[in-house]
């Protein structure tokens, strides 16, 4: 029965074969090209098949692979995040298996700390260039024209050409002022991330330093004061009462606090400041750098606090100054006028000027090589021929350096015997074998209290410490790099000084007055 039913299926095949051996050559030769085109298309589809359902079987297993570092189970711990971002290799212990997982790095991001991300620069307002660094009457005009449409509701009564006052309010420029106030309420450029600042600043320093780099501006306005140069001053959006002028006479000035503005070339009106307060002289007037879109090209510019005590008579009577020449100022060392306070005789030739401010007034100038006080006529060293003591002609008369009459030497309305260092132009780039050694000539004591900062090698860790609260400043100076370059300068003159101090047997003494 089975070989019945194998011959049956097979018999077709044999017939077919027998048949084909007798058909003609060409006749076979075409059945068997057929045969093989045949073949070869199916061979062809079944390997392109295979590789299409490969493919979907490696996407099926990295989705799955994917799904696995989302929803994994285990019974295990998992690595915590600080692991996962070094890109290392673990293993997950799992009911029945291993099964180990490569995770790739993960790029940080760097960290973004609150108040020292500044935003963008708004658009600078375009104005022609001038050499002159005062706000003059020109510059009022071109600001006029520049900033667009005034609002004729808000228009003051006189021109600003008479008043040379810029009311911000009249401007748009107000209303681009007053949202760029709200958008920078919870940002200021005074950097300070402790809960104090650094200790040589007291509270009423952080206050108007915050000011003067923060305020709203409400207005602008150029004075004068007389054979003085003029001064560029802003009065700033702030809580604090107006001034106290009891002391002083009436200044249509400033009705509340009020910033001066300085050309973007006297930074060093800035570090003179910092430099005051860490060697804890306190004689300098608070200062920032701050930019203002509309001035100066949207450069820095060093912006002093505004004290109208140091005008008791007046702006056009300038600051409150004591007038004597280098031979009285010699003489006055000599007489200690006012030490212990006992009153000078009136043959002594004594000013109002306590003995021990000239002490501080020749380190400070020492350090940073200010002339202009004690040596207007550059007699201490050799000038340049574009400082301004050679251009005037001030440094012809330094053969007779008795009569050379002292600058800037300015008091208070109402302290007549303390000193205020304003006006600090201080030099850098003066050289050690250069330095004016004559504004060390007849002190015989100096304050411990600087001098002990100087000695202790901690002046440029506090240097930077204070420098860094201003953040304009530090970034207009070339950050961390620039600021070490000053201090550089700053540390070599203050070991010429301790040299000098212990070569001419000079006192260190406490000075708490």
């Known amino acids: 029965m089975g070989k019945s039913r194998f011959h049956w299926l097979c018999f077709p095949f044999l017939k077919l074969s ?163 106030a709200e958008t920078d309420s919870q940002i200021s450029s005074i950097r300070i991330y402790s809960q104090m600042a650094p200790p040589w600043f007291s509270a009423q320093d952080v206050k108007t330093m915050r000011f003067l780099a923060d305020a709203k501006v409400l207005r602008m306005r150029e004075v004068s004061r007389g054979d003085n140069p003029s001064l560029l001053i802003f009065e700033g959006e702030t809580n604090v009462p107006p001034v106290n002028q009891k002391h002083t006479k009436k200044i249509n000035v400033c009705g509340g606090q009020c910033g001066v503005i300085h050309s973007p070339v006297d930074n060093t009106e800035v570090f003179a400041f910092h430099l005051d307060r860490v060697l804890g002289l306190n004689r300098t007037l608070p200062a920032v750098s701050r930019k203002f879109s509309f001035l100066h090209d949207g450069l820095s510019c060093p912006v002093v606090s505004w004290d109208a005590s140091l005008y008791p008579e007046g702006l056009a009577a300038g600051w409150a100054t004591v007038r004597m020449t280098w031979g009285e100022y010699q003489s006055s060392l000599k007489q200690r006028c006012w030490h212990k306070n006992i009153i000078p005789k009136p043959d002594s030739g004594c000013s109002t000027i306590h003995h021990y401010e000239w002490s501080k007034l020749a380190l400070f100038d020492f350090l940073l090589q200010i002339h202009n006080r004690l040596d207007g006529g550059c007699c201490g060293f050799r000038p340049r021929l574009e ?15 008795n009569h050379m009459q002292l600058e800037n030497i300015i008091h208070r309305g109402h302290n007549n015997r303390h000193l205020v260092f304003a006006n600090n132009k201080g030099f850098f780039d003066r050289n050690e074998d250069n330095l004016d050694f004559r504004l060390l000539e007849g002190i015989k004591e100096f304050p411990e209290q600087a001098v002990s900062v100087m000695r202790s090698r901690k002046l440029r860790e506090k240097l930077l410490q204070s420098l860094f609260l201003d953040q304009t400043y530090w970034e207009s100076q070339g950050g961390r790099q620039g600021i070490d370059k000053l201090i550089d300068v700053i540390e070599k003159r203050a070991r010429v000084l301790l040299t000098y101090i212990n070569a001419h047997g000079i006192k260190v003494i406490t000075m708490n007055m």
């Open 18 to 180: 027998s048949n084909f051996w007798r058909c003609p050559l060409s006749k076979r030769s075409l059945i068997i090209a057929s045969v093989c085109v045949v073949y070869l298309f199916f061979v062809v589809s079944q390997v392109g098949y295979s590789q299409q359902h490969r493919g979907r079987r490696i996407d099926k297993g990295k989705n799955r692979h994917a799904r696995g570092l989302y929803h994994f189970e285990t019974n295990g711990a998992l690595p915590d995040s600080a692991d996962l971002q070094t890109g290392a290799s673990f293993v997950f212990p799992t009911r029945s298996n291993v099964v180990y997982i490569t995770l790739k790095s993960k790029r940080l991001k760097p960290a973004h700390i609150r108040g020292t991300i500044r935003p963008k620069l708004r658009r600078k307002v375009r104005r022609n260039k001038t050499d002159n660094p005062s706000f003059t009457q020109n510059k009022l005009g071109t600001l006029e024209r520049d900033t667009g449409q005034i609002k004729h509701s808000f228009l003051p009564r006189t021109s600003w050409k008479e008043t040379g006052d810029v009311d911000y309010k009249s401007l748009d420029i107000a209303q681009k002022s007053h949202e760029d």
């Open 387 to 401: 400082d301004e003591c050679v251009e005037l002609g001030l440094h012809a008369g330094c053969g007779d350096q």
